[in-house]
Each structure stands twice: as structure tokens, then as C-alpha cells.
């Protein structure tokens, strides 16, 4: 708790622990059972509250499953801090990092079809928050990693780091969308050539001599 910030009362306490077990149980059902196949009672018997009173927290389905993308956004940020704790360089850790996505495409599949259709959504209709498609925590734990790489004279310096970053995230997206198009698709092979490639688009020796 801050400096001069104020204990939280009980009436906040139980609003946020009730908020959080919403969003606990939506997580459980959304992964198990997909997105279209819950239904607001089952998310409110999962809560152990009634149908108006989860209303009170949020409007509607679809603001609780836009409500975990941040928690979702920070996990994945937190594996990319996990694999440059780990060490190696920029490229092993993107590899590592791809590697873990496809691992969660396949155990999370409905969690993960749920989330890339809200993110799709988020840039065509207004009533969506922009912040469904920008990752903010991922996006800035790729800076972190491609950053290290450049203090260690791996990572190319003639391309912004952030740059870099977009053509990252932009590639992994896609790859994920190819396997939102087709079941079929093999999204572990696909995201490990994927990050072969962009480690070599990246590195220090790809740089153009001057």
C-alpha cells in the first residue's frame, strides 16, 4: 500500500474479490467450453452469484471475456521475462517464446479462438477498446528482450527496436490467424520457422555494412 493511501474498506474488498471470482470462473468456462457455448447463467453459477448481480459488474458477456485480455496480455508478457531470465540470446529466446504460444494454442484452443476473435472485432467496431489489439505488456517485453540483444551486440541496430517489435507481434498474429482459419494447420512447426526467420531478419549479421 502507497504512502497516504487509504486501507480498503470491506464494502471494496468483497466488490473486487466478487469481480475477480467472475473472472476466475469465465476463464475455467471460456477455456473448457469456448466463448459462443457459455451462457451468463453458467458464468454466474460459476461466480456463485445470481444473474443481476454479475449484470452489476459487467454489461454483458463479451465485456467479461475483454476483461481477462489484460490478465491473458501480462501472462505472456511474464513468459518472455521467464525466458530472458533464463538467458541466450535475442533469437533463443524468441524461439522459446513462439514454442510456448503454440503450446498454449493447443491446451487453451477455445480460450485462444475467443481472444483472436475479440482482437479482430476491436479494430473494425468502435465499442470495442483499442487496447484488445495492442498487447501493451507483450509488446513491451519484446522491446526488453530485443534491447538486450542490442547491448550485447546481437540484434541489429539500423531498424528501431520497436519496429522490429511490430514485425514480431505482426508475424506471430498471423500465424496464429492462419490456425483460427484452419484447425489444421500446423501452428507448432509454422511459429518455430517463423522465429528462425525473424531471429535471422534481426541479428547483428543481418545488418547491411556501411
Given at each position: 500500500?502507497?504512502?497516504?493511501?487509504?486501507?480498503?474498506?470491506?464494502?471494496?474488498?468483497?466488490k473486487?474479490?466478487?469481480?475477480?471470482?467472475i473472472?476466475?470462473?469465465?476463464?475455467r468456462?471460456f477455456?473448457?467450453?469456448?466463448y459462443?457455448a457459455?451462457?451468463?447463467?453458467a458464468?454466474?453459477?460459476?461466480a456463485d452469484?445470481?444473474?443481476?448481480?454479475?449484470f452489476n459488474?459487467?454489461?454483458?458477456k463479451m465485456?467479461?471475456?475483454?476483461?481477462?485480455?489484460?490478465?491473458?496480455?501480462?501472462r505472456?508478457?511474464?513468459a518472455?521475462?521467464?525466458?530472458?531470465?533464463?538467458?541466450?540470446?535475442?533469437?533463443?529466446?524468441?524461439?522459446r517464446?513462439?514454442?510456448?504460444?503454440?503450446?498454449?494454442?493447443?491446451?487453451?484452443?477455445?480460450?485462444?479462438?475467443a481472444l483472436?476473435i475479440l482482437?479482430?472485432?476491436?479494430?473494425?467496431?468502435?465499442?470495442?477498446?483499442?487496447?484488445?489489439?495492442?498487447?501493451?505488456?507483450?509488446?513491451?517485453?519484446f522491446c526488453r528482450?530485443?534491447?538486450?540483444?542490442?547491448?550485447?551486440?546481437e540484434v541489429?541496430?539500423?531498424?528501431?527496436?520497436e519496429?522490429i517489435?511490430?514485425?514480431?507481434?505482426?508475424?506471430y498474429?498471423?500465424?496464429?490467424?492462419?490456425?483460427?482459419?484452419?484447425?489444421?494447420f500446423?501452428?507448432?512447426?509454422?511459429?518455430?520457422?517463423?522465429?528462425?526467420?525473424?531471429?535471422s531478419?534481426?541479428?547483428?549479421?543481418?545488418q547491411?555494412?556501411?
Amino acid at each position: 500500500m502507497g504512502a497516504g493511501s487509504q486501507p480498503e474498506g470491506r464494502r471494496e474488498r468483497k466488490k473486487r474479490e466478487t469481480r475477480e471470482r467472475i473472472l476466475q470462473g469465465a476463464l475455467r468456462q471460456f477455456t473448457r467450453h469456448g466463448y459462443d457455448a457459455v451462457t451468463v447463467e453458467a458464468l454466474a453459477e460459476s461466480a456463485d452469484i445470481s444473474k443481476p448481480t454479475l449484470f452489476n459488474y459487467f454489461p454483458s458477456k463479451m465485456a467479461i471475456l475483454q476483461a481477462l485480455v489484460p490478465g491473458v496480455d501480462e501472462r505472456f508478457a511474464a513468459a518472455i521475462e521467464r525466458f530472458r531470465t533464463e538467458g541466450g540470446t535475442a533469437q533463443e529466446q524468441l524461439a522459446r517464446f513462439f514454442a510456448y504460444g503454440a503450446e498454449m494454442t493447443r491446451k487453451t484452443p477455445m480460450l485462444t479462438r475467443a481472444l483472436l476473435i475479440l482482437a479482430l472485432r476491436a479494430y473494425e467496431d468502435p465499442i470495442y477498446s483499442t487496447s484488445q489489439h495492442r498487447w501493451p505488456s507483450l509488446h513491451d517485453s519484446f522491446c526488453r528482450m530485443l534491447r538486450d540483444g542490442v547491448a550485447r551486440g546481437e540484434v541489429r541496430t539500423d531498424i528501431s527496436v520497436e519496429r522490429i517489435t511490430h514485425y514480431i507481434t505482426g508475424i506471430y498474429v498471423y500465424g496464429l490467424l492462419s490456425w483460427l482459419a484452419d484447425p489444421k494447420f500446423s501452428v507448432d512447426v509454422e511459429l518455430a520457422v517463423a522465429a528462425s526467420f525473424l531471429g535471422s531478419g534481426f541479428s547483428f549479421s543481418a545488418q547491411p555494412s556501411r
